[in-house]
């Protein structure tokens, strides 16, 4: 990006979040030219803390995909951007993790450092290492690629199902930092049926879900270190992380427990399954105080969220393929209606991977 | 569209449906000019049977929207061009209405009318009223608009939630006729459930989904009146037509049935109450020797019909939204690949109404 697309793209946002912001035209001017000096002087600028916090807001606010944006004004936005040796980003990380997790009553939380510095090699700060042996895959086989690489920066876990892995990142594009870790940080609910006996199932999953791999950008400024969460929508793990085939397909498992016919497709066993699962997954996080919505509830928010947004007579744009929950779509809104699937900024964007 | 656009059109369904065929190059060129003469002369142009069913083959085919295509090539294709008065009109679509119901085994059908002579008002051939009233909707609500316009022409219905509305079509734009179906012609399904006594809920449904309003487009050539059906998909009935809170709205009802906790969206009850209705459906069908198909087999069919179209080195076009089920989208390998949403030509397509 030039000089001149770069300042057309952060007065386009300046522009945005200070009416937001209900900032007077006079600051807004002042702004302007400071950041015209600066790109001018730099080929970049700073955002404030309030444009950072603004802007980072707006991203969830765009984020097409995403069924939990009735809450976008209340994330937690952490300013780690002068978090310049391998100590201060590891404590900002696990900082992260302890503010978000909040004893399970879960907090939005994004941590934003300096563009350029960090690259974090985990898709989420935390999830489970899978292990391909003679066996099949033991663990995550979402988690295979990176538990290699992991292995290779010399990493040992022990090769249970759900082995957390390791914070990896770098910093200045030096070597990879491998670095565990404490158990006391990673909340984890053991999933329990609230009628079936699912202890055979070894079904367990972690409270907090923190992207730590996508780029935010605001106002032209790319931000590829900015792990955000929010807490889980149940069907995120009882309808793709506990049963999509290529992951730990507990689906046959269920409804072994069950005792249901699986003779054939149309006995239903699989939504039979499906359905019981995702229960349990609701009852036992409610049961560990771990905050966590259902689908039809979150539609419902979803639709508040809309209206939110016609009242404040912004657009409200969405991918439709995304949004729909996985179990039972039909029965929220979100299937009935078409969202147009236009990517806005500031936004979080996917970005290639550093391995 | 003028001569040479029609031509253009005519030819390259030729060409495609030719090759299909296997026809030799030398009955191609002849056939080519003798549309080309006819069009010339006469401004449109009429298919052989032999094209008339190619390509109403290739329409069902190229509809993306039809988790069902595997079977395109089995379909029945009933030539009532010649079909010329009220009575062999209606002959005519009590046929269909047999050959395709075929007490239970039900075979894939179409029935074309000649272009620009029949217009049928019906959404689908068999459908049940939809009645304002001062306690709210009795009926389908799907069919209010319909009901009404049959009222208007003076039709009456005994006012239950199940009657079977009456054929109503034009013939040369001419005024609508109303013709009742007789009832011996209407196979219907009453919904049980192998364990749970769904008496209370009074439902059921017809056997044979016969979608009448679409227009069939083949090289150029418009077929305003082309109805035809395959079986259902349970999915159809179980979580739409009967659950859909806009259609018959029986979630609540089948919840209470099964006595299950409808405090909070968290119990998933509507979720249970869908499996269980869908359940009921697929086997009350099945008990019944109505042909159906669960959403399981229906996507693994579909599987089979993308490895078949690979093969003939064609590209499968479909529209994600359509082709998941909605149940359990997620357990179907639709869910999760994207398809091109490409229309190809023949095909079928929404009309205005008539009405
Ligand atoms: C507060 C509770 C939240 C809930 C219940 C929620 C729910 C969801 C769900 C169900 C998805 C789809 C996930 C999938 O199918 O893999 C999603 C996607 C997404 N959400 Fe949220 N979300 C929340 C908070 C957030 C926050 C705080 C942000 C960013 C600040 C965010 C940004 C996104 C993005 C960018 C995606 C797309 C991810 C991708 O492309 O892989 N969400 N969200
Ligand atoms: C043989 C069994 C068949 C099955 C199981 C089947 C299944 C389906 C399903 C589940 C849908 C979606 C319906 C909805 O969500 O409303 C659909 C749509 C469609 N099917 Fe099929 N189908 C079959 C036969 C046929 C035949 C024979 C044709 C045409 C010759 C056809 C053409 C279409 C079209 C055009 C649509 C889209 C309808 C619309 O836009 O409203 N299907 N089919």
Redesign the interface.
């Known amino acids: 990006m030039n000089h001149n697309e770069l300042i057309d793209e952060a007065f386009s946002f300046l522009d945005q979040a200070y009416y937001e912001l209900e900032k007077d035209p006079a600051a807004l001017q002042l702004r302007k030219n400071e950041i015209r000096d600066e790109i001018n002087a730099k080929g970049t600028y700073s955002h404030t803390y309030e444009e950072l916090e603004q802007g980072a807001k707006m991203a969830w606010r765009n984020s097409n995909k995403c069924i939990g944006r009735l809450f976008w004004n209340t994330m937690t936005v952490i300013d780690a951007r002068c978090a310049s040796t391998v100590e201060e980003v590891t404590n900002a990380l696990l900082h992260h993790l302890k503010v978000a997790t909040n004893g399970g009553k879960i907090r939005p939380t994004i941590t934003i450092f300096e563009p350029g510095k960090v690259r974090i090699w985990n898709h989420q700060l935390v999830r489970y290492a899978g292990y391909e042996t003679e066996d099949g895959i033991v663990g995550d086989p979402d988690s295979v690629d990176f538990t290699n690489q992991v292995i290779k920066l010399g990493w040992r876990g022990v090769g249970t199902s759900h082995d957390v892995l390791p914070l990896v990142f770098t910093m200045n594009d030096d070597k990879p930092l491998v670095i565990d870790l404490p158990e006391d940080h990673v909340l984890q609910v053991e999933v329990e049926h609230p009628e079936y006996d699912f202890s055979s199932l070894g079904a367990k999953w972690y409270a907090v879900p923190i992207i730590s791999d996508m780029r935010l950008e605001i106002g032209g400024i790319d931000y590829g270190a900015a792990p955000f969460n929010g807490w889980y929508m149940?069907t995120e793990i009882g309808?793709?992380n506990l049963?999509?085939t290529d992951r730990y397909d507990l689906?046959p498992k269920v409804a072994s427990v069950m005792k249901i016919d699986t003779s054939s497709?149309?006995?239903?066993w699989?939504?039979?399954a499906?359905?019981e699962l995702?229960?349990a997954v609701?009852?036992s996080y409610?049961k560990a105080g771990v905050s966590i919505v259902?689908h039809?509830?979150a539609a419902?928010q979803f639709q508040k969220f809309e209206q939110n947004e016609a009242k404040a007579e912004r657009e409200v744009t969405g991918n439709?393929?995304w949004l729909?929950p996985?179990?039972?779509?039909?029965?929220t809104h979100i299937?009935h209606k078409p969202y147009k699937n236009k990517i806005l900024s500031p936004n979080y964007f996917y970005q290639e991977k550093p391995f």
Not at 265 to 268: F, V, Y
Not at 326 to 331: I, L, M, N, R
């Open positions: 149940g309808a793709r049963a999509d689906l497709n149309a006995t239903l699989k939504d039979r499906l359905v995702n229960r609701l009852y409610q259902d039809h509830t419902k439709w393929t729909i996985p179990v039972s779509p039909a029965t299937f």
